[in-house]
């Protein structure tokens, strides 16, 4: 369960190469799902990590991963921030 007041997210994936991560935002947003990209690095490699989202409520967050698996993201997992 989330804490509360956090917001919910379907993380879509974790790409290595930005133009990677910016197709599959798109790929969201053609599909009606907003999307964001985030930009981290680890070990000096950059890294941009796409979320979907957020959603209302947590049964609003499963459908939306239900929605983002079938658009071939089958490792895309819930996450809150």
Same mark, same amino acid.
């Given at each position: 369960? =989330?804490?509360?007041? &956090? $917001?919910?997210?379907?993380? @879509?994936? @974790?790409?290595?190469?930005? =133009?990677?991560? $910016?197709? &599959?935002? /798109? #790929?969201?947003? $053609?599909?009606?799902? &907003? !999307?964001? @990209?985030?930009?981290?690095?680890? #070990? ?10 957020? !959603?209302? /409520?947590?049964? !609003?967050? /499963?459908?939306?991963?239900k929605k983002v698996k079938g658009m071939g993201y089958p490792d895309a997992y819930a996450?809150? $921030?």
């Open positions: 369960m =989330a804490p509360a007041g &956090a $917001k919910l997210y379907a993380q @879509i994936g @974790i790409f290595s190469v930005e =133009a990677n991560a $910016k197709r &599959a935002a /798109d #790929q969201m947003a $053609k599909a009606g799902v &907003a !999307a964001r @990209i985030h930009k981290g690095e680890t #070990q000096g490699k950059a890294f941009w990590r796409v979320v979907a989202g957020p !959603a209302a /409520d947590t049964a !609003a967050r /499963d459908a939306l991963l996450v809150s $921030k």
